[in-house]
């Protein structure tokens, strides 16, 4: 037979155990507490530091080229900031939107009347990206860095295929014959296409002429690069869409011959700096992301006027 007795010391045992797990919660959150005040409290310092002594800002363009306010503000506490001497813009990117192209090459063009910006392309700087670069005052590339994709996109998935397999239309009523245009149920043709191809080409056009007013291109080459072709940084040097082979200790060097100082730290403004524990989620994101196929669904979203190179394509 089980022996059902109650003890008499197993409240008490209990209620201690209850009061160790509470204060082990307790010492934990604490613990997690000090590790995030302590490396707020460092890259605040870091910050700070770099702030209150001459140096070169840096902006990084890295990814899917979209109109972003809180970059606009960054590189405008550049402008506005005395002790920022230079600015480096670093581009690993196949372009984006053609919006988000303009708002950082206008933006880039204030900066560079206050003080020097030299861009430096890593692996590739291409279309929205390319615009970027082409408000700096000197363009670094390795040799076999992509460059260029001078050119304008506009996307139209033609689902009429698939809708008549399945047995699908899609019926609607709009106040004129181009408001619903482009249609997914029907192929992008006569005046909508038109309409189209006319957006397409003058945003072409202004695309093509800040590019020649910038790197000073001859007519042969302007007709060499219009069929928006990708380059490699050899072909780019040729060309005249880059100035010298280099990256940012290159950079950096091209900065103290034009300011005359020499061994300035550089400070990052935008993106913003992370803690340990911001970069570890951006990561598992990023990763996630890219397990279900999220990456390139984010490209395939980008709603109207693309300037982006699309390898694979």
């Given amino acids: 037979m089980t022996d059902t007795t109650s003890h008499p010391d197993e409240k008490p045992i209990a209620r201690a155990l209850s009061r160790s797990r509470s204060r082990w919660r307790a010492l934990a959150f604490i613990a997690v507490a000090l590790v995030l005040v302590t490396l707020t409290l460092r890259i605040a310092g870091d910050q700070s530091g770099a702030a209150e002594q001459d140096h070169v800002g840096r902006l990084v363009l890295d990814g899917v080229v979209t109109t972003n306010p809180a970059r606009l503000a960054a590189i405008e506490r550049m402008a506005e900031n005395d002790r920022v001497k230079a600015v480096i813009v670093r581009i690993n990117s196949p372009g984006g939107s053609t919006a988000g192209g303009e708002e950082l090459y206008e ?19 291409a279309s929205a990206a390319y615009m970027t670069a082409i408000a700096s005052d000197r363009i670094f590339a390795r040799r076999l860095s992509l460059v260029g994709s001078v050119g304008v996109l506009y996307q139209h998935f033609n689902a009429s295929g698939l809708m008549e397999i399945i047995g699908v239309d899609i019926d609607k009523v709009a106040s004129g014959e181009l408001k619903a245009e482009p249609d ?19 945003s072409f056009v202004w695309f093509l002429e800040i590019v020649t007013e910038r790197r000073g291109l001859d007519d042969e080459t302007i007709l060499t690069i219009a069929d928006g072709r990708i380059v490699n940084g050899r072909d780019a040097l040729d060309l005249g869409l880059i100035d010298e082979f280099g990256g940012e200790l290159e950079a950096e060097t091209w900065i103290a011959s034009e300011t005359g100082t020499e061994d300035l730290p550089v400070h990052t403004y ?34 109207g006027l693309v300037s982006l190179w699309q390898a694979g394509q």
């Fill in 107 to 125: 933006a880039l063009m204030r900066l560079n009347s206050e003080k020097p910006v030299v861009a430096v392309i890593n692996e590739l700087g």
């Fill in 184 to 202: 997914s149920d029907e192929p992008l043709e006569g005046e909508a296409r038109a309409s189209f191809q006319r957006l397409v080409d003058d």
């Fill in 270 to 303: 935008w993106p913003p700096p992370q803690s340990d524990i911001e970069r570890w989620m951006e990561l598992i994101g990023a990763e996630a992301r890219s397990a279900v196929g999220l990456d390139r669904a984010a490209l395939a979203s980008l709603d």
